[in-house]
């Protein structure tokens, strides 16, 4: 369920660490080295020189993103459309959340070790645990069984018409396309008519349970961005899926998009499969590839607003502690 993320991997587990990397030791690497005391004799704002060595790193991984995001649009095309910049601005958004959560760690003035492990920490917790504990939660709380009782219906529902009166599958089908009715049916012999309405048939008695099933992996998917609200890994992630069209409401988009096209296709081969007609009688260059195209569905405030909020109450909280400097 997570989808293709490529560049999101990177930017959701890697620049986490460099971040990490770089700012876990700002303030307590001075102190164990015993530094500390002559720049603090040489700088009246000593605050404001911690900030400005942590604007440093922050400014050295956004130029990092940057870079990777202009290398991508050169080499992969992309275009400069309003997906890519939301996937810019939450990519920001998202570098910005743990600049903030480094920059609190490191105005608590712990030791070094202590920084590396209680952040490192959080980085398994927000990245692996936290959306495992999900991801488990919503698959018990959520169980889906109609995915395998939807097949058997839809088999069942095919094969039983083998063995019942050929008018009794014909009522479903006709009523669907009335526009066949004209087309004889008989008993005593194979009819194309006969076999594609087994096939639709078959298709509805498992309509129910498909859409049950539907239902319920709309509801996984509803859990899982209200809990990722207040995780900015997962929200970051849905997020990207979102934006890429691998996300799970463009998935069920585009097998209803595909369901529609295979009806349009069949429609328009059945009257001359009904006719016996030969295959040489279709004009089969009107039949080409088509590609669907994903129509983008994310909500600005949606997508930026929740990191954004986290950030900053983060933020507030390490400038309260950087005063006490």
């Known amino acids: 369920m997570s989808g293709n993320l490529d560049l999101g991997f ?3 587990y890697l620049f986490p660490l460099v971040l990490i990397a770089l700012t876990f030791n700002l303030y307590s690497e001075e102190k164990e080295l015993g530094t500390w005391r002559i720049l603090a004799s040489q700088t009246a704002n000593k605050s404001g020189f911690l900030f400005k060595k942590l604007l440093v790193r922050i400014l050295f991984v956004l130029v990092l993103l940057i870079t990777l995001l202009v290398i991508a649009i050169l080499v992969l095309q992309i275009p400069l459309n309003q997906n890519f910049w939301a996937f810019f601005l939450q990519s920001i958004a998202y570098l910005l959340f ?3 959560l480094c920059f609190w760690m490191v105005t608590l003035l712990k030791s070094s070790s202590f920084n590396a492990l209680a952040l490192l920490s959080v980085w398994v917790l927000l990245t692996i645990l936290f959306p495992a504990i999900v991801n488990n939660y919503v698959l018990n709380k959520y169980q889906v069984p109609e995915a395998l009782e939807a097949m058997v219906e839809q088999r069942d529902g095919y094969h039983e018409k083998w063995d019942l009166e050929k008018n009794a599958t014909m009522v479903g089908f006709l009523e669907k396309y009335p526009q066949f009715k004209s087309y004889p049916v008989p008993e005593d012999k194979f009819s194309w008519i006969w076999y594609y309405g087994m096939q639709y048939m078959g298709d509805l008695a498992a309509r129910d349970t498909s859409e049950e099933m539907t ?4 509801l996984r998917n509803t859990v899982s961005e209200k809990i990722a609200l207040l995780i900015p890994t997962m929200h970051a992630q849905l997020s990207f899926n979102t934006l890429a069209g691998t996300d799970m409401i463009s998935h069920l988009e585009f ?7 295979h009806e349009n296709l069949r429609l ?7 006719d016996g007609q030969s295959a040489d009688t279709v004009d089969w260059t009107k039949y080409e590839a088509k590609f669907y195209s994903a129509k ?5 405030i949606y997508l930026m607003l929740p990191t954004l909020l986290i950030t900053i109450i983060i933020s507030v ?9």
């Open 10 to 12: 990177v930017i959701i």
């Open 98 to 100: 743990w600049s903030a």
């Open 215 to 218: 239902y319920k992996i709309m």
């Open 255 to 261: 097998l209803n998009a595909l369901a529609v096209f």
């Open 268 to 274: 328009s081969l059945y009257t001359k499969i009904f």
């Open 296 to 300: 983008p569905h994310f909500d600005w």
């Open 317 to 325: 909280f390490g400038v309260l502690n950087l005063r006490k400097l």
